[in-house]
Nanobody, 125 residues
């Protein structure tokens, strides 16, 4: 079982930067692939980025080059560094975990079962 808790959401201007954090706890958490998804009202939760236990990351096309996922294992914290934010990045951001050696950019929300409570990012133009 893994416990996830996001933080760092805020309101920013377009072009700004923000860092989201996700505290990860649980037995054998170091063997989990970790994900960021985001969701806007009325829409399904969508993949943003993921990182596997070997620190290999992958990104959705629309955030590649602007967002960076990282994992501080001693702190058991997952990060999402976001720069050059756009109004279309406005969403609730969620972290998720799966026991596995690889992360999968093709996952949909239904493929994952352990989620945090979310943190809201608002980007104004």
């Amino acid at each position: 079982q893994v416990h996830l808790a996001e933080s760092g959401g805020d309101s920013v201007q377009a072009g700004g930067s923000l860092r989201l954090s996700c505290a990860v706890s649980g037995e054998f958490a170091r063997f989990w692939a970790l994900y960021w998804f985001r969701q806007t009202p009325g829409q399904e939760r969508k993949f943003v980025a993921c990182i596997d236990p070997n620190f290999t990351g992958d990104y959705a096309r629309e955030v590649r080059g602007r967002f960076t996922i990282s994992l501080d294992r001693p702190k058991n914290t997952l990060y999402l560094n976001m720069r050059d934010l756009k109004p279309e990045d406005t969403a609730d951001y969620y972290c998720a975990a799966e026991n596995g050696n690889f992360c999968h950019a093709w996952y949909v929300a239904g493929d994952l079962h352990d989620w945090g409570q979310g943190t809201r990012v608002t980007v104004s133009s």
